[in-house]
């Protein structure tokens, strides 16, 4: 490893109070993540992570690409930037990729977060990709003297630091885990892709693992996910980084994506922020949260059923038709992406974008500008890429939708609104008395399904209703929308050593 950029003068160290406002946890960092899909083949096939790596990581790798187009800040775990190859490459190939690297950690555009570390550099108590972590190191140490890394952590006073990774990551995340035998089962078993006689078995399973995560809490033990993985999700033996998942022990898939789920999510409220999760991931209204949001979101919470209806009623756009290659972000690179975040049009769409976060309320004034701001990005993004290496791009006429998916107890309701057509379709099942809790998502993307295209979904606004005169009004006032489609039934899922008076954080 060459340098040597350590001590205080190399970072910037924050904690969550002073992320940016639209700060999020991408979801496909994760160096365990696989779509829904993949990992049930992977595990009928006995296939590890190294395996179906290639296709693995175009998937992250695009991911990742369309997380720093769409935002501003994203929050890293350390690890994942030297154990998850979509990310380290980059760093190991050298040149230009490492030097945006550089300046995307030098922007705080990436920032790793640190459980008990105290420079990014430091060995986290876990397996590492050697070489990659090598490679990370020689990132940081290559850095212009004049840079300094954002990095982030709970509290950067060791005791406060795991008295909080205790309290808001550690044993939220067993509550997480001990909580799910108080789930409607059934309802949680047809979300994960349970078939409907199999629940019995499935329920039985959960029991297990939630008399595992009690017991190691008996026993003043940390319940993680690695600890869980290593139970019911990895062959017996095998390195949990490995990814090597056994289907010899049952619901290995449907246990593995909720233990991804929870991890996701919890880092995200620990943090203060939404979790972005990627298309063909568990999403968190399998959590069932009916009756929480967000503990730090009491001032922007949503609760009025008129305003809510907003969210789902038609939008007219002035846009016109634009050009859109599905394929276009596969060919970037990492030093093509930060020359688009630093052009006018980046800027404009996360003025845009910030604006509508900031206000929710105002959604129907803003949204307009966000699609338009969206449609120049798009053409910008075909620029960079018709600039690049390779062939020609080819472009391809697209349909621009603005997609909103508002989850309030076990129901969601879509609505889906561009220039060719409006539609609103509700899955209402899983009727609870009392408040419900829930978010708006906001999806951008192109009307025509099953396209590559720069596709983007992020959660604006946390919403509740209190009473079951409020949830009936919202009820009855979306279904005189027009175009309103309704069924009944579950909505899909799918689309994050003990401390005492030690200042030694367990692993997460």
């Known amino acids: 490893m060459s340098g040597d950029r350590t001590g205080e003068d190399t970072l910037t160290r924050i904690r969550p109070d002073d992320l940016d406002p639209g700060a999020v946890v991408a979801q496909s960092l994760d160096n365990q993540w696989v779509g829904a899909d993949l990992a049930r083949r992977m595990i009928a096939k006995g296939k590890s992570l190294s395996d179906v790596q290639d296709q693995r ?68 108590r876990l397996d590492v990709d050697e070489a990659a972590f090598d490679a990370w190191c020689d990132t ?17 006073n060791d005791q406060e630091n795991a ?30 892709g349970v078939p409907e006689k199999r629940i019995s078995a499935f329920a039985e399973k959960i029991g297990e693992v939630v008399d595992h995560s009690n017991h190691e809490r008996i026993r003043d033990g940390a319940v993680t996910r690695n600890l869980l993985y290593q139970k019911f999700v990895c062959v017996d033996g095998t390195p949990v980084t490995e990814g ?9 898939a449907e246990i593995k994506q909720l233990l991804d789920l929870v991890y996701n999510v919890n880092l995200a409220d620990a943090l203060g922020m939404y979790p972005l999760t990627p298309t063909g991931s568990l999403r968190r209204v399998a959590l069932q949260e009916w009756r929480d949001v967000r503990a730090n979101s009491a001032d922007g919470i949503i609760r009025d059923p008129e305003q809510l209806v907003k969210f789902l009623q038609r939008q007219a756009f002035s846009t016109v038709q634009d050009r859109l290659t599905p394929s276009a972000i596969d060919t970037l690179g990492l030093e093509d992406i930060w020359r688009l975040r630093q052009s006018g049009a980046w800027h404009r769409y996360m003025e845009a974008f910030t604006s509508l976060t900031g206000d929710p309320a105002a959604f129907h004034d803003n949204v307009g500008d966000v699609l338009d701001r969206y449609v120049r990005l798009n053409s910008e993004i075909i620029g960079v890429a018709g600039a690049g290496r390779g062939p020609a791009v080819e472009a391809n006429n697209w349909s621009p939708v603005v997609e909103v998916a508002l989850t309030i107890g076990g129901a969601v309701f879509t609505a ?41 979904a992020r959660e604006i606004a946390s919403v509740r209703l209190d009473t079951e005169q409020e949830w ?13 489609t309704e069924h009944a039934g579950s909505p899909s899922a799918t689309s994050s050593t003990t401390i005492q008076e030690t200042d030694d954080v367990p692993e997460y």
Not at 140 to 156: D, G, I, K, N, Q
Not at 244 to 252: L, T
């Open 140 to 156: 940081l140490a290559e850095m212009p003297a004049t840079e300094r890394v954002t990095c982030l952590r709970m509290s950067w």
């Open 416 to 456: 889906v609104t561009g220039q060719e057509g409006f539609a609103v379709a509700a899955s209402v099942g899983a009727a609870v008395s009392g408040s419900r809790g829930g978010s708006v998502q906001l999806v951008l993307r192109n009307r025509t399904a099953g396209k590559r295209e720069q596709k983007f």
């Open 163 to 192: 008295r909080d990774a205790k309290s808001a990551l550690i044993n939220p995340f067993a509550a997480r885990v001990q909580g799910l035998t108080a789930k409607d089962i059934p309802l949680l078993a047809s979300q994960v």
């Open 57 to 124: 990581n175009d998937q992250v790798r695009a991911e990742y690409f369309r997380s720093l187009i769409n935002t501003r800040q994203i929050v890293v775990n350390r690890v994942f930037f030297y154990n998850n190859p979509a990310m380290s490459r980059d760093l190991s190939e050298g040149g230009e990729a490492r030097r945006a690297h550089q300046k995307l950690l030098a922007d705080g555009a990436l920032v790793p977060f640190l459980l008990g570390e105290r420079e990014p550099t430091d060995r986290p």
């Open 244 to 252: 090597r998942y056994d289907r010899d022990k049952p619901f290995a």
């Open 472 to 484: 009936t009004r919202f009820h009855e006032l979306a279904r005189r929308l027009p175009g309103y």
